[in-house]
């Protein structure tokens, strides 16, 4: 992950004490108590099983820290353990709420998770060593498959690490039309990990509502570049192709239905107190285990870590748009949701200034190095026959040397590190995965945790095993 300037606090969330806001009186209405009394208005007359909160530890906590189990919704650990009342459990790789083949080898007691111990690569494909033998014109292919749910902004992070090496300018238009569609693909991944989490926790409504929005994404995808996912569109010198007529009433289109939908979720769930229960201080991290697992996106956010690359090392020209990084500051699964949600937002915001500032001009670079000579040249010029040939069956030549990219992906800092030595296909690619560094975290997030708060706080976290076992 890229190291944050030196003048630049990405930390210090508790610096300042803001007044007490519509989330502040949410959590202290909806305290969690003690299992016997009574339940707190407004929910006694809602349901008569609300939240339970065990005994407070009396324990060093130095020892939490010790542990890596140092979060706030840790529950008491018994002086005394019977071995005979704990048994090991396997939560997937086959589970539906693993959100792809993740294996959860899980010590329980009773229904308290004593320990996790995540197990990965069940859907490893060798992507990173696939691109070895692929031109760096397939290499967009390749890539955009790794996370599945975000591949523009793979394929966006790919082209701008090749681009490093060529040190070639994509034109303006070709930039803010990257901007268009990875902030689009933002809104649609965010779409899905706010309608699988809904489910996951009991809101079946929730997957109906986001899937309904995500589709109105993804049929703009789908015009745009012909695909609804594995897109192909982003390339090494621009964009496959220009944007279709009539593609700003499109876009607007997009905008007021999403928007609508997410005034939707808010109203459906903000308030309501199954989801509450479900989600309010569970799976917490602090910003130093933020930190300590190399978590970025909206996970670090929601534990009140500024850190957004779209800010400190903007790409495309994003720094030339207005939007807000939104922040939590209680790092548990609501926050998360409530990121996820506020960010919609943002990128919704972005794209309407895409559609207003549009500039003119080529898709893609005009440099022979990466583009083919117009077809009308290939009959008239033999010279342009053979660059056309030669540009599609070898591929763009990059001279040697290592480039690092990233770009701010749904799920955190999404990396290329490309190295060349020279030709039409990388000779080593490194991938950073943000999904890689959040499964990582789990244990931290689950340990001394209810199982149903594991299926809570795995959906919060919004893996895909596509981008871990790449």
Partial sequence: MTNPPDDVDTLDAQDSEPTESVEDARRTQHDMWVSGTEERLPYSDATNEGAQELLPSSEDPALDIQRGISVDDDFVVP?????????????????????????????????????????????????????ETLSYSQGSTNVTRMDYLAPFHNELVFSLAAEQLLTLEVPERASAIRILMTELNRVASHLLASATMGMDVGAISMMIYGWREREVCLDFFEKVTGLRMNHNYIRVGGVAADLPDGWEDDVMFLIDKV???????????????????????????????????GITGPVARASGVDWDLRKVAPYCGIEQYEFDVPLGRHGDSFD????????????????????????????????????????????????????????????????????????????????????????PKPWRLRWRAPSFAVIQALPAMMTDSLIADVIAALASTDPVLGDVDR
Avoid: W
Avoid at 94 to 123: A, C, D, N
């Fill in 79 to 131: 002086e005394r353990v019977v071995d005979k009342e704990r048994q090991i459990i396997n939560m997937g790789p086959q589970h539906p709420s693993t959100h792809g083949v993740l294996r959860l080898h899980m010590e329980l007691e009773g229904e308290t998770v004593r320990r996790v111990k995540p197990i990965i690569g069940y859907l490893h494909t060798g992507m990173e060593k696939t691109a």
């Fill in 259 to 293: 928007s609508a939908g997410v005034d939707e979720y808010e109203e459906l769930l903000n308030e309501n107190p199954i989801f509450l229960d479900r989600m309010l201080g569970v799976g917490v991290l602090t910003p130093a285990e933020v930190k300590q697992f």
């Fill in 336 to 423: 998360r949701y409530k990121i996820r949600i506020d960010e919609i937002r943002q990128s919704l915001r972005i794209a309407k200034q895409v559609v207003e500032s549009m500039p003119l001009g080529d898709y893609r670079s005009l440099d022979a190095k990466v583009t083919p000579p117009p077809r009308a040249r290939i009959d008239e010029s033999m010279e342009a026959l053979i660059h056309h040939f030669k540009l599609f069956t070898e591929g763009v030549n990059i001279p040697p040397g290592t480039a690092y990219q990233a770009v701010e992906g749904p799920r955190g800092e999404v990396g290329a590190y490309i190295v060349s030595k020279g030709g």
